[in-house]
T-cell receptor, first 116, second 109 residues
Framework: GAVVSQHPSRVICKSGTSVKIECRSLDFQATTMFWYRQFPKQSLMLMATSNEGSKATYEQGVEKDKFLINHASLTLSTLTVTSAHPEDSSFYIC????????????FGPGTRLTVL | GQNIDQPTEMTATEGAIVQINCTYQTSGFNGLFWYQQHAGEAPTFLSYNVLDGLEEKGRFSSFLSRSKGYSYLLLKELQMKDSASYLCAVSDSNYQLIWGAGTKLIIKP
């Protein structure tokens, strides 16, 4: 199956700093990538959908100036959490799909962010 | 609005069979997915149904009834490693996945 990698797998940062998370599709070109956040014992929450070469579509309640998404190529999307605060501590997961009608999502392993 | 309902938690015994139900109300339908998620890990794909009926894959089977807006995931010969959350997701008319909150399955010896 299709493989998606995420880096880093775990990051601890100080409050006020910015953190960048990379999501790569290793063996396929991902037309669309998705960013999710998951708090402990809760379900996945879609943050935004990004298509290569265009601006990301953010879900209601997600601050686009705080969570910057760049999808510069068909194999790479990045999520930058700017001016991180302790309440941003969460499990961030990316996924990628091949295209509109082929909408199975392949998930990366996730990034555990802890903001002190 | 769009809605996916599945039980919050279920408990079953090792070696037994368990059925996890999912009902949905979405704007359009382009398939239903089941994913498994172990604690602290990302979801992994289990099954995809777009036509009515039962899809069997080893110990896991998934059923769909589009007219009833209903699906279930059937797990047979339960093993301790099956303890996980099971997520139901529906692809709507825009091919966007609408996620259920997940069902936490606890397997007891």
């Amino acid at each position: 199956g299709a493989v998606v990698s995420q880096h880093p797998s775990r990051v601890i940062c100080k409050s006020g700093t910015s953190v960048k998370i990379e999501c790569r599709s290793l063996d396929f070109q991902a037309t669309t990538m998705f960013w999710y956040r998951q708090f402990p014992k809760q379900s996945l929450m879609l943050m935004a959908t990004s298509n290569e070469g265009s601006k990301a579509t953010y879900e209601q309640g997600v601050e686009k100036d705080k969570f910057l998404i760049n999808h510069a190529s068909l194999t790479l999307s990045t999520l930058t959490v700017t001016s991180a605060h302790p309440e941003d501590s969460s499990f961030y997961i990316c996924s990628a799909s091949l295209g509109r009608e082929n909408n199975e999502q392949f998930f990366g392993p996730g990034t555990r962010l802890t903001v002190l | 609005g769009q809605n996916i309902d599945q039980p919050t938690e279920m408990t079953a015994t090792e070696g037994a069979i368990v059925q996890i139900n999912c009902t949905y109300q979405t704007s359009g339908f382009n398939g239903l997915f089941w994913y498994q998620q172990h604690a602290g890990e990302a979801p992994t794909f289990l099954s995809y149904n777009v036509l009515d009926g039962l899809e069997e894959k080893g110990r896991f089977s998934s059923f769909l009834s589009r007219s009833k807006g209903y699906s279930y995931l059937l797990l047979k010969e339960l093993q301790m490693k099956d303890s996980a959350s099971y997520l139901c997701a529906v692809s709507d008319s825009n091919y966007q996945l609408i996620w259920g909150a997940g069902t936490k399955l606890i397997i007891k010896p």
